[in-house]
């Protein structure tokens, strides 16, 4: 952790025997999804394993699923993951590309909240799955002094499989801790303004570079079963939300813009149209010319970057598709880091003052 610790004291009144404690700082855990160790088999089956047995991500019984997980699919499921993240691999800096992403994101977080709020506030980052797990992050944050947290998922829509799930693991994290620093979790900022915003000028900023506008922007969401929707998860309607507050904003007609979700495992039918098909039908209906981009996605990583930039620019190119060009996650661009500054802001207020 790069921040500086609260200095440990005494409690007033204490006696002279009285263990010091650091106390004093507000900490604001950032938390992506998480990535495996390595794109060997063994620490892609450790990953798929914690990854596909969360109750929020594949809720089917454990006396149904966990035999089909454990026997069949963690016996070949890692080797093709494995090859899926090699392909997109930072090999130079031996991790993939999310965890440089967020790290990127977090060290450009910490500058901009360093500069509104100094030494109050400590900024860190945690995955869901994998490391740095959120329980050793929750734990350092409580030993160098911070009496809050606020837990900040960087999902820009709610769901189960993503921020709720993040949202139970810092929980669990905070029952372990004898004395628990007072908490917050982000709401969503799918409408956000300033998220608008990023996710607009990245576009104008992608099209600007382009010989020839795309014939429509595909905006690609991680999909969900659709009985999720149903038991009530309102992922769905704020990714609809997204896209018409993205074509607003552009100042758009409906005809160039289309919302699609990836990603679809297993049987049961998901949110629809998926992605992949819908690339290919938008091919043969004569729209060769086609721009992807995957909001719900803050990082760029392996849905991205291998499913999008791979696998469904294949599906276009093989029904007749010419132009296809992927426009990345927000990452760490500027606007973005302020648009999470700004949702950060909104959800300290009564915990720490900004300064000047």
């Known amino acids: 952790m790069q921040d500086s610790p609260a200095i440990a004291t005494c409690p007033a009144h204490a006696g002279a025997d009285h263990p010091k404690i650091a106390r004093g700082k507000t900490g604001i855990l950032l938390a992506n999804l998480g990535t495996p160790d390595d794109y060997s088999y063994w620490p892609m089956r450790r990953y798929l394993n914690e990854f596909l047995s969360d109750k929020r991500v594949i809720d089917y019984p454990a006396w149904k699923w966990q035999p089909l997980l454990q026997a069949i699919i963690l016996t070949k499921r890692p080797f093709s993951s494995g090859e899926a993240y090699k392909s997109i691999w930072n090999h130079e800096a031996g991790e993939s590309p999310l965890m440089t992403i967020t790290k990127d994101q977090t060290k450009q ?3 901009v909240m360093k500069a509104r709020y100094g030494d109050q506030v400590m900024i860190d980052f945690c995955m869901r799955y994998g490391n740095p797990s959120t329980e050793s992050k929750v734990r350092e944050m409580v030993k160098a002094g911070c009496e809050r947290i606020l837990f ?9 499989a993503t921020s709720a799930t993040a949202n139970d693991q810092f929980f669990r994290a905070l029952m372990k801790e004898t004395w628990q620093p007072a908490s917050r979790t982000i709401e969503p900022y799918f409408e956000h303004p300033a998220y608008i ?5 990245s576009v104008e900023e992608a099209y600007a570079e382009l010989d020839k506008k795309p014939d429509i ?4 969401y991680h999909g969900m079963p659709l009985r999720y929707l149903k038991q009530g998860d309102p992922y769905h309607c704020q990714c609809q939300k997204t896209t018409r507050l993205l074509k607003e904003r552009l100042g758009w007609e409906d005809t160039q813009i ?16 998926y992605t992949v098909e819908e690339v290919a039908r938008l091919a043969e209906a004569g729209q060769k010319n086609i721009a992807v981009m995957a909001p719900a996605f803050s990082a760029d990583c392996i849905e991205t970057l291998e499913e999008i930039n791979e696998e469904i620019k294949e599906s276009f190119e093989e ?8 426009i990345p996650c927000l990452n760490d661009r500027d606007d973005h880091i302020e648009a999470l500054a700004k949702v950060a802001d909104e959800n300290l207020v009564g915990w720490v003052t900004p300064k000047g």
């Not at 900040?152 to 189960?160: D, K, Q, V």
């Not at 922007?217 to 690609?220: A, D, E, G, T």
């Open 152 to 160: 900040f998922p960087l999902y820009p829509h709610y769901a189960g």
């Open 217 to 220: 922007l595909v905006v690609s």
């Open 319 to 326: 029904a007749g598709g010419e132009e296809f060009t992927y």
């Open 109 to 111: 977080f910490r500058k």
């Open 258 to 273: 289309k919302t699609t979700f990836q990603s679809k495992f297993g049987p049961e039918e998901w949110l629809q149209p």
């Open 197 to 201: 915003e990023s996710l607009a000028t």
